[in-house]
Structure formats: structure tokens, C-alpha cells
């Protein structure tokens, strides 16, 4: 059967797992023809490039393309500890290509610019089209700069979100070196969803951390969007013995709302009362990566619906959508949480080109944050499938305790960042 | 190793998958995070039920194992026990 012709029959995106492409194999001899079938994956961080990978090494005859638009990845987990220095800037840097390209893994350096459900291809900045069979879309997260008023891009330049790792890391480390004595960081932390929930409080511990040994009359104000935040009693325990007097968490059951941001003067305005900060780091509300619009995979919330069985678009047949852009609630949004999610997609993509049902896949969460530099604390959820809900279901869960062995977390949680870069991008 | 696997192997090999977050793709381990590929299928087992039920010193393992059934437990043994 002539390569056209197979794709046209793929690219019907009917009867995957039904007799019709069974019985049609068949007649072929052998058991699939994952060798002339096409995946894409768009994006190269945790995700994407994970799900490549997995592809790869489940089906290495299948041609995998990965195009990313930038040479070097900017690891968000260790951006918090460059910015406490206790990391170099240098060490969150990551070759996209070399790991993936040993694999056999096809690696562009391009922005995907069109993406044409119907024809099944994608459009990249040249005005190259790449054909598909099946298209996975890893591009994280973007922000909504309309969100809070007086905040946007621009005001970034001078208040860093820092949430995207990069020259807004080092700005915020600069910033918090050059505070006068006894100053005030505030962080503004949005309402769920948003990329790693126990960040911006990881975050504060380690600014705690800087502060407490360059500037210990400082204080660090954590303003929050909500009335609770992941592993809140562990953090809060932490704040009490770690860093006394130092770290206040103020929730939005006590002062609301953001209200407006005076950038000027680095006022924080909230519903009933403001806070002057010395440093303002607001980390600004997300939605997935602008890639997602170009075939409007998003919904109303902004982020993409997917049946978490093949993270499979619910709106775009022959996508699929994995990592921080797709809702896969409960998962929280994590680079742990997008690995598992890549790796459940790419068996699912294998057995849907080869005309099998994909099986129910369990998916892990776990994310260790530090509270100082040799202490962590972390959270678990193990998810399966649902198919009458077609959700996920949390199967188990749990966090470290106030009083759990903190040290030996923190022992794993190093070789948990040095697996995960090594299995990422090696 | 998972190259050609058959349909009874793919469907232990997705819920393997979520080992490998921190034993590593082949459960190979790194560092302090254990290796599991190639342990004795009874270790494996009693490990695993001893997380579940708190009688084994853990920090996140009691957390994953209890999000496993016996029957998943067993057939996980079976896979990180045999597999090369
Ligand atoms: C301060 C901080 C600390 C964190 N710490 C942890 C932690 O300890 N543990 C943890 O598990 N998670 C952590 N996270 C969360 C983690 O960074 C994200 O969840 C993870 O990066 C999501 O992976 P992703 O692949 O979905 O998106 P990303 O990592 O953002 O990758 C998306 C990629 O797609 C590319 N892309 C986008 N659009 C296009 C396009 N049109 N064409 C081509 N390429 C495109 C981008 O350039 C980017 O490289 C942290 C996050 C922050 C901010």
C-alpha cells in the first residue's frame, strides 16, 4: 500500500481498535506499519520531549519529528534555588536536541506557526508543512497578561514573574541582592489551576533561606488568590521553626482579591488593604501555551480538554495535548506530572496507529519542594483512568508530615532533579 | 525490551511507566532512588505490601503503594522481577 494511501486511511480517525483496520492488516501480513507512520510532537520541555523519547523506544520504527523554537531548554524545577543562589543560572540550561536526536528522534528547531486538523499537517515559520498521522502538542503555559490590572508584559521587565525560567530568574536574584536593609518581597500567588502549585511557596522558603543570611531583618509577604495551598502544613511548619517572624502568608479570605497593581511604586492593592514591597514578584494567572489556539484545542478556561486515557484533544481528533497545557484535574501541573502524562500518551499513540485499544494507564504525581537546602517536603497522588466519568481518579494520596524525615526527602529530591534531567534530556 | 511487547505485557508496561518517575525508564534506580528492575519477585512483594500497610520505613512509598491493588502489585512483581 502505497505511504498516501495509508495516511488518507489513518488520517479518517475512524475505527481505531475496530475490526475494519484489523481485518485490514491483516491482509497485509504483519502486525502494524508503524514504520510509515508520522507523529509530531510540538515542544521540547518535560513533556514533549519525554513523550518522543517514549515513542521511540516503544515503536523505534515509527518516524518521530519534535520541533522546538529554542535551542536551549530553561528548566523551571532549580530556578527557585538560582534564584536564592544556591544553583548557578548555567545549570538550568539543557540541550534540546543531543538526547532525543540519539534516539532516532527527528529534532527541528522551528516555531509551529499552523496547525491544520483536517489535512492533518503543521505549518512551521519557513512555510515548511509537515504531514501527521497522530500530532502531540506539549507547549506549557502562557500568561494572561489582562488578568490583573496595572500587571502586563511590559511591567514584567521591572517585576518579575519569574515563572517561566530565564532572564526573569536573574532579574528577581538581582533584585533581591540589591534590597535595602530590612526590606519587604512580596509574592502574589494566583488561584488555581496554575503551573506547580507548591512553587511560590518553595519560592518564599528559599528567599527565607537568602534573606535569613544576607539581610535578616527582611520579610517576605506571600499574597494569595486562594484560602489554602498545597502542603500548607508542612510549609507553615517550616516558616515557624526555619524562618521565624520572617515568612506571612496572607490568604484571600483575609484580604481578598487583587485588586490593581501600582507597578510605579511596587504597590500591591487588594480588595481591603495594599502592601509596599521593596521586591514585587507576581506570579501572574496562566493558560496553556498560544500554541493551542492556532487549532482552538482550548476551552473556555483556557486550558485543553483531553480524555485522559490517550490525552487525546476532545475538541481536535488526532491531537493529543500533554504536560501543563492539557486539564488532566486532579493531576496538578507539574514537569513529574507531564512526564507520566508523556509516557501514557505515547503507548496510548502506538496502539491507536496500530489499530489496538490503548490500556488504562496509572498516572503519578509527586512533587518534593526544598525549605532550605537540604530540607524537602513533597506531595503524592497516584491517578487512573475513569471511563464512565472519563476522568482521573485519584487512587492515593499524601504529603509529608510536619514532622516526616525532611532530610531524607531532601537526599531524593536531589536525585529525583538529577534522574529527571538525565531521563529528559540525555 | 518493550519493542514488540503483546498485548497482556503492554497493559502491566502503562502501569509499570509510573515507576520510572523516580526508578528510573528500566527501574535502574539512581543514586539514593532504588533500583527495582531485577529484584527477587518475593522482595518485591513484601516491600510493597509491608509500604502498604505502614509496616515498612518510607517516605513516599507508603503514599504510592496503596494506590496499587494485590492483583496490580503481583503482576508488577512479576514485571520488574523478570524483565532485563
Ligand atoms: C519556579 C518553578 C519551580 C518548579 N519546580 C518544579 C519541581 O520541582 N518539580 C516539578 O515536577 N515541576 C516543577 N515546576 C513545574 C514545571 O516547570 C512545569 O510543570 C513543566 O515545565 C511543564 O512541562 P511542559 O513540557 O508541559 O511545558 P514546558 O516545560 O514549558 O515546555 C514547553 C516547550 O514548548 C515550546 N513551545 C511552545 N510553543 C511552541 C511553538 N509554537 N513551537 C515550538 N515550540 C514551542 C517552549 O519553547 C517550551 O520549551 C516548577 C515550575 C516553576 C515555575
Given at each position: 500500500m502505497p505511504t498516501i494511501s495509508r495516511r488518507h486511511f489513518l488520517s479518517l480517525g475512524l475505527g481505531c481498535g475496530g475490526l475494519l483496520l484489523d481485518a485490514c492488516w491483516q491482509t497485509q501480513g504483519t502486525a502494524n506499519h508503524l514504520d510509515r507512520a508520522k507523529v509530531i510532537v510540538a515542544g521540547g520541555g518535560f513533556a514533549g520531549l519525554n513523550a518522543a523519547k517514549a515513542l521511540k523506544r516503544i515503536a523505534p520504527e515509527l518516524h518521530v519529528t519534535l520541533v522546538e523554537k529554542k535551542a536551549a531548554y530553561l528548566s523551571c524545577p532549580g530556578s527557585n534555588q538560582v534564584i536564592a543562589g544556591m544553583?548557578?543560572?548555567?545549570?538550568l540550561a539543557h540541550d534540546v536536541a543531543s538526547g532525543a536526536t540519539k534516539m532516532g528522534v527527528n529534532v527541528l528547531a522551528s516555531t509551529i506557526i499552523g496547525i491544520d486538523p483536517q489535512k492533518k499537517n503543521i505549518t512551521l515559520t519557513d512555510g515548511t508543512q509537515l504531514p501527521y498521522d497522530r500530532l502531540i502538542l506539549a507547549p506549557g503555559i502562557d500568561f494572561r497578561w489582562d488578568a490583573i490590572e496595572g500587571y502586563n508584559e511590559a511591567a514584567s521587565k521591572h517585576i518579575p514573574h519569574a515563572w517561566k525560567a530565564g532572564a526573569q530568574t536573574l532579574l528577581l536574584q538581582h533584585q533581591l541582592r540589591a534590597m535595602r536593609t530590612g526590606g519587604i518581597v512580596a509574592i502574589t500567588v494566583p488561584d488555581n489551576p496554575y503551573r506547580c502549585p507548591p512553587g511560590p511557596y518553595e519560592r518564599a522558603s528559599l528567599i527565607a533561606h537568602f534573606l535569613k543570611n544576607h539581610n535578616p531583618r527582611a520579610k517576605i509577604l506571600i499574597l494569595d488568590a486562594k484560602s489554602r495551598f498545597s502542603k500548607q502544613a508542612a510549609f507553615t511548619h517550616a516558616w515557624q521553626k526555619i524562618y521565624p517572624g520572617m515568612v506571612e502568608w496572607i490568604s484571600s479570605e483575609h484580604e481578598g482579591r487583587i485588586d490593581h497593581i501600582d507597578t510605579r511604586h511596587r504597590i500591591v492593592h487588594t480588595e481591603f488593604n495594599h502592601h509596599k514591597a521593596d521586591v514585587l514578584n507576581v506570579i501572574p494567572p496562566q493558560r496553556a501555551g498560544k500554541l493551542v489556539e492556532l487549532a482552538d484545542l482550548q476551552d473556555p478556561t483556557g486550558w485543553c480538554p483531553v480524555t485522559p486515557l490517550t490525552f487525546e484533544s476532545v475538541k481536535a481528533p488526532g491531537i493529543h495535548i500533554i504536560g501543563d497545557a492539557c486539564i488532566a484535574t486532579p493531576m496538578p501541573k507539574s514537569a513529574f506530572a507531564a512526564q507520566s502524562q508523556s509516557r501514557a500518551c505515547a503507548s496510548a499513540v502506538v496502539a491507536l496507529l496500530s489499530g489496538k485499544t490503548p490500556t488504562h494507564p496509572i498516572l503519578i504525581n509527586h512533587c518534593y519542594s526544598f525549605v532550605d537546602p537540604e530540607r524537602a517536603i513533597s506531595v503524592t497522588g497516584v491517578y487512573s483512568y475513569q471511563p464512565s466519568g472519563k476522568m482521573l481518579e485519584t487512587l492515593s494520596s499524601g504529603e509529608t508530615a510536619p514532622d516526616g524525615d525532611w532530610r531524607q526527602e531532601g537526599i531524593y529530591a536531589s536525585d529525583w532533579y538529577g534522574l529527571m534531567m538525565k531521563e529528559t534530556f540525555d | 525490551m518493550a519493542g514488540h511487547a503483546h498485548a497482556a505485557n503492554a497493559e502491566i508496561e502503562t502501569i509499570a511507566h509510573s515507576c520510572a518517575g523516580c526508578h528510573g525508564t528500566r527501574g535502574n534506580g539512581h543514586r539514593s532512588l532504588p533500583a527495582i528492575r531485577g529484584m527477587d519477585r518475593n522482595q518485591f512483594v513484601e516491600a510493597m505490601r509491608g509500604f502498604k500497610n505502614d509496616h515498612r520505613t518510607a517516605t513516599v512509598m507508603g503514599r504510592i503503594a496503596r494506590g496499587f491493588s494485590e492483583a496490580e502489585l503481583l503482576k508488577l512483581a512479576d514485571y520488574f522481577s523478570e524483565s532485563h
Open positions: 544553583m548557578p543560572f548555567s545549570a | -
